[in-house]
Structures are given as structure tokens and as C-alpha cells.
């Protein structure tokens, strides 16, 4: 972290504290402010174990209901996406208690040693630069890479891959130890890359090819 | 220590997260200075990580923000929330 965006994480929980304390003390409607920010984290998170989207948005919407009448509980000493986002996970956990889902978090060993992670043999790599995602055909690989990963490693890459979370924080929310977060993230970047780089690379490459001619229509090979 | 392609591998997401023993670190970057295949490896899953991070990626269904919002503003009107 440099010293710029510690600067700044400081601001940010400044004033998260200042509408925490606010919201408490009765201008209830400030709670819009305080977790607009982190929809689309709390959104991805609960798609990440319930797998569709219309029962991810009821997870969110219940865990942002109990995170209000629960406000009173959080403490300062965790940061509140941190917070937020616990309190999502244990919604989507529980829904999928509830209908027999629950994700089985000792992934079967069997297949875990048996699985095959190594990575897709590529001799050179074209950067996907991120004007890339502006073409829906690349968000669906990436999207669909995801989908199929088994789903504790799924949940591993969401947190730290996606929505970024240090592997400390990843650990600690899925009440796991560090080294099983590296381990299983491990394989599932490595089954990320198996699947999408030969995908990704002839994406790019068929794209190249097409460039030519596109290029009299103005700039537009990425979009 | 020489390191050959396969042991390579197994240290790619900790050399991305930077969280490789310095000795090893070394070890795993003097391999990639003469391995291509590992070097295309190495590039395409930080590739991979940082396309993942964008949130074009996974979008929020349409009206998302809005349905929480009006779903909450019931409650806020009405409730207090909980005391400790």
C-alpha cells in the first residue's frame, strides 16, 4: 500500500465512522451513503456461492437489512466492507443450509490431488489489455472460466482475485487457514489460465487477423 | 538452484503475490530470464488476474441498486436499528 492510498483508506473509514455514528444517532437515512460503495463487491460475492443471479440479489438484499438493525454491533476495529461482506457470505451460506447446497468446504481430496493443474503451455503471450472487456464475447469467457471453477475455489478467487481482499482477509472470512487460501488459490488461477489463455490468445489472434479491414471503419479492433 | 519448468509452475501465484521467500524468488526469476513457455505462463495468469479485477467482468443486473434501495427505504423508515 503506498502512502497515498493508506491516506486514503484512513479517509475513507474516517468517514465511514462519521456516517456510522450519524446513522446511529437517528439520521437513519444516511445508511444509503454507507453502502453504496460496495453493492457490486456484495453482489459478486453472494453470485459467487449461489450461482444465479435473482438469488444473489435476495442474499444482498438480506444482508444489507441485517447489517442496518445490527449496525449498533459493529466495531471499529474491522473494516466494514470486511464487515459487509461477512455478513453476506453467512446469508448465502445459510440459504444454501437451508436447500441443501451448502458448499462442501473439504473440496473431496480424491479429486483435488488427482485434479490436473498444470497450466496451458503457451511460447508467447499477447497482453488482453482491459479495453477488451468492453466486448461482451470476452466477459462471457471470463465469466464462464469462473462459473466452472469447483465451488471453494470459485468463492477463494471471488474474494481475492475479484474484489480483491488480501489473503489474510480472504482466510479469515471464509474461516479458513492462510495456507489452504494460497493452496487452493493456486490451483484455481492455474485452472483459470488453463482454460482461458488458448481462448483468450485466439480471441486476440482472430481479432488481429480482422484488424486490417476494420481499420477503414475508424479504431475500432477492441470494441 | 536450477529450477526446471514444472516446479516453476507450482510457485506462479505466490511470485505474483509477491509473497515468495526471496531465495526462491530468485530461483524463479532466473528460470523465466531463459524459459518462454514458463515467461507466457507467468504473463498470461497476471493477465488473467487483472482483467478478473475490472468490474465490467461480472455486471449488476439492471435496476439492482435501485430495488436494494427501495427494499431498505421501507425499513429505514420504520425501524431503528437494533441497540447493542
Redesign the interface.
Known amino acids: 500500500m503506498t502512502a497515498s492510498d493508506a491516506l486514503g483508506a484512513a479517509a475513507k473509514s474516517g468517514a465511514e465512522a462519521a456516517l456510522i455514528a450519524a446513522i446511529l444517532a437517528g439520521d437513519r437515512e444516511k445508511f444509503h451513503l454507507l453502502i453504496l460503495p460496495y453493492e457490486g463487491q456484495l453482489f459478486r460475492t453472494a453470485f459467487a456461492l449461489v450461482k444465479n443471479a435473482e438469488e444473489a440479489e435476495d442474499v444482498v438484499q438480506d444482508a444489507v437489512l441485517k447489517a442496518y438493525r445490527k449496525l449498533a454491533s459493529f466495531r471499529g476495529d474491522a473494516k466494514f466492507s470486511t464487515w459487509l461482506i461477512a455478513i453476506t457470505l453467512n446469508e448465502a451460506r445459510g440459504r444454501l443450509r437451508r436447500e441443501n447446497r451448502a458448499i462442501v468446504d473439504s473440496l473431496d481430496e480424491q479429486r483435488e490431488d488427482n485434479a490436473d493443474f498444470t497450466p496451458a503451455a503457451l511460447t508467447d503471450w499477447r497482453e488482453v489489455p482491459l479495453a477488451a472487456l468492453e466486448r461482451q464475447e470476452i466477459r462471457k469467457l471470463l465469466q464462464q472460466a469462473v462459473a466452472e471453477l469447483p465451488d471453494a475455489y470459485r468463492e477463494i478467487v471471488t474474494l481475492r482475485d475479484v474484489e480483491e481482499y488480501s489473503v489474510n482477509d480472504t482466510a479469515e472470512l471464509l474461516g479458513i487457514s492462510v495456507a489452504l487460501v494460497k493452496v487452493r488459490l493456486h490451483r484455481a488461477r492455474l485452472l483459470l489460465q488453463k482454460k482461458l489463455a488458448p481462448q483468450l490468445s485466439r480471441t486476440v489472434k482472430v481479432e488481429l487477423k480482422r484488424s486490417p479491414k476494420r481499420s477503414l471503419f475508424g479504431r475500432l479492433s477492441w470494441l | 538452484m536450477a529450477l526446471k519448468c514444472?516446479h516453476v509452475?507450482?510457485h506462479?501465484?505466490?511470485y505474483?503475490?509477491g509473497?515468495l521467500d526471496p531465495q526462491v524468488r530468485a530461483d524463479v526469476e532466473r528460470h523465466l530470464a531463459t524459459c518462454?513457455?514458463c515467461?507466457?505462463?507467468l504473463?498470461?495468469?497476471r493477465?488473467?488476474?487483472?482483467?478478473?479485477?475490472?468490474?465490467?467482468?461480472?455486471?449488476?443486473?439492471l435496476d439492482?441498486?435501485k430495488?436494494?434501495?427501495a427494499?431498505?427505504?421501507k425499513?429505514?423508515k420504520h425501524?431503528?436499528?437494533?441497540?447493542?
Open positions: 514444472r509452475w507450482d506462479i501465484s505466490e505474483i503475490d509473497t518462454e513457455i515467461s507466457a505462463i504473463d498470461s495468469t493477465n488473467i488476474i487483472i482483467l478478473m479485477a475490472d468490474d465490467r467482468v461480472f455486471e449488476l443486473p439492482f441498486s430495488r436494494l434501495h427494499r431498505l427505504d425499513v429505514l425501524e431503528h436499528p437494533e441497540p447493542v
